[in-house]
């Protein structure tokens, strides 16, 4: 099947990130916590279509909320009810009055930056070293880069991505993760020039790493002091790790908050959070938050069903409690194996990365060897359950439809790899090197 898709399909996949060592996978269908593949092998999946799917497959409730929609008209470009419902319980969960929906993480944070810009007539933004905010040109800078690719580490190189001006990546600005020292640096020798920081609360695409104690809220009065805005990037964790995601679990919250991924129970999704001044600038035309798809009326349906009737307050405790038994066993597993770990759980998100100490930024995760991680992928593959393809950097997602009995079946397979990896003398890769993804 790779071989015809190939043939008109650039890579054999619809995404660069579909693909993935020895072929991509191709997938059937899917039911609560498994998937199923072309040859009709079934797999536990903790991918979860790299973290968004925390509904499971086929929920019961989206499955009905989508079914009646499309009965009704899918596409209108105008508004209705259900989004009012969706941008009210996002209120609630996240703490900002106001939201206008989209349809994709990396829509939303380019909605945020121009959000920034806009409000303050700045044309810088800082940004995280090595964090992936989106794949529009403001943002796909310093990401996903060896280490010999980041430059000095007190003044970053502004890499951009391929197919971006040079021009465009010096209006961004590099720190890295939990350095407020750096940032203070930054902000005083551009004094009057940055426009807004936009960063993940919680950086996940480096397993996981999470803020210092005070970190977030000394980020939030910093920038604020410059008259720059503040922007979380929640795709990865809103929904996900909390029922308001990091803002309500740290309980800082930022002038804007971006979201997509879980949002929408499956369908393609995304939102954007202000306070009442922000939004100001879209309701009195400053700015135009446009889409034609925006809102419509399927992932408003879906989300509505996701909100109000999936991810509840039991459904949380109930994630809380499958992750932290896999994370408990997986560290104790690979630690009787003289193997390196360390990990975090928040929700519906477990991470479990091999070495014994945390990383506190990005060139701290790089350290990292990459090989017994990747190992860990083919393994659990080959042992019934499906992890997102980039072993090193993503985590285990959850789901309403997972218990402790398919984390079992997770570590059972880690055991075995416990096993193999105990009788390696080498455990680096030269084809997973930092930074080598695919």
């Not at 720059?228 to 990037?233: C, H, I, K, R, S």
């Amino acid at each position: 099947m790779h071989l015809q898709a190939s043939k008109s399909i650039p890579g054999g996949v619809p995404s660069s990130w579909a693909s993935s060592r020895p072929t991509p996978v191709w997938v059937s269908h899917g039911n609560g916590a498994y998937v199923w593949d072309v040859d009709d092998n079934r797999y536990i999946d903790f991918h979860a279509g790299y973290g968004a799917n925390v509904v499971g497959h086929a929920n019961p409730s989206v499955v009905a909320a989508v079914q009646k929609r499309v009965t009704q008209g899918t596409h209108f470009a105008q508004p209705t009810p259900d989004s009012i419902v969706v941008a009210e319980e996002l209120s609630r969960r996240f703490g900002l009055p106001q939201w206008r929906f989209c349809n994709s993480g990396t829509e939303a944070t380019m909605d945020a930056v121009h959000l920034m810009r806009v409000i303050t007539g700045r044309d810088l933004i800082i940004k995280v070293e090595g964090s992936y905010n989106g794949h529009h040109d403001s943002v796909a800078i310093s990401i996903f880069r060896s280490a010999e690719e980041l430059g000095p580490a007190d003044k970053p190189w502004r890499t951009p991505g391929a197919g971006i001006p040079q021009a465009i990546a010096d209006c961004v600005r590099i720190v890295p993760f939990n350095d407020i020292d750096a940032l203070s640096r930054l902000l005083d020798e551009h004094e009057g020039q940055i426009a807004g920081m936009i960063f993940e609360p919680i950086l996940m695409g480096a397993g996981i790493i999470v803020p210092q104690p005070g970190y977030l809220e000394a980020v939030k009065k910093l920038v604020h002091q410059h008259g720059a805005l503040l922007a979380f990037d929640e795709v990865k964790t809103g929904l996900v790790i909390h029922q308001g995601g990091a803002t309500a679990m740290y309980g800082v919250v930022p002038d804007i908050i971006c979201l997509a991924k879980a949002l929408g129970g499956g369908l393609p999704c995304g939102a954007i959070g202000g306070t009442n001044e922000v939004m100001g600038a879209i309701t009195d035309g400053r700015y135009n938050q446009v889409g034609t798809f925006n809102g419509n009326p399927l992932t408003m349906a879906a989300t509505r069903a996701v909100l109000t009737e999936v991810l509840t307050d039991d459904a949380y405790a109930r994630a809380n409690d499958v992750g932290a038994y896999i994370l408990k066993n997986a560290i104790s597993t690979l630690q009787k194996h003289r193997q390196g770990v360390h990990g975090y759980q928040f929700g519906f998100k477990v991470s479990i990365v091999f070495s014994d100490e945390p990383a506190r930024n990005y060139r701290d995760f790089l350290e990292v060897s990459t090989g017994a991680m990747h190992l860990n992928y083919l393994m659990q593959f080959n042992g019934g359950v499906f992890l997102a393809p980039w072993g090193k950097s993503e985590s285990l997602t959850l789901s309403v439809a997972h218990t402790c009995e398919h984390g079992d079946v997770f570590l059972r397979n880690l055991s075995q790899l416990g096993k193999v990896i105990e009788q390696m003398s080498d455990r680096t890769s030269e084809v997973f090197a930092a930074g080598s993804f695919n």
